[in-house]
């Protein structure tokens, strides 16, 4: 066991060597330090760190149960690491929704070569900046609510998405990073498209625009509802 290596190499080497113990009759942790002497032998000093112990045991099990939790989430759920967001990873519902491997830096503001290249973000249509982005803003503090995105990827599809962002602060008060949670509301805009769409065609069969004009419209409302 731990103590045995311990005060054997302590002996043998005549070198201080630290270690840690659980005694099974007290159920308790120790900690144990040994030092040689000058006679020959070892100083032992021992430290009851039970209640560390269980702190450390606690932080790893938080740790595990958010780690669960987020992978689970059917949002995608975004954390920048640095105030400039140049390193930003996100969980397995946010790296789906950007079509990205898990290790993959998800930042478009992330240093030449990590960026990644396989989609753009607009809103409105407009190409945002990439200072603009959510992420990026937050970052200088600003929270954002509820922006609505659009994802175009290289391969022509496309994803609507509502993200909200707030910065992080550190114990004085700056910012330290940001997280950022994004809802995929693709559904939502093509079920918003179909009734327009269909409003469109019916305003247009009522009042007798010509038959061609109306079936240009059905195509319309059509290629609208493609991802």
Known sequence: NEAYVGLHRAMADRVTVEY???YSPWQRWFLDKAFPTADGGLAVFTRDVTERKEAERQIRQ???ELRT???TLPIGVFFAHDPDCRSITGNRAANALLRSPA????SLTAPAGEQPTHFRVYRGGTEYRPDELPMQRA???EVVRQEEMEIVFDDGGVIYELM??????DPQGRVRGVVAGALDISDRRRAEALLAGQKTVM??????RPLPDVLAAVCRVIEGQEP
């Open 69 to 71: 939790l987020l992978d």
């Open 139 to 141: 970052g200088r503090g």
């Open 20 to 22: 840690e113990v659980f």
């Open 62 to 64: 938080g740790a595990e």
């Open 203 to 208: 305003e247009m069969v009522a009042t007798g």
């Open 103 to 106: 290790a993959e830096n998800l």
């Open 164 to 169: 909200s962002a707030s910065p992080l602060f």
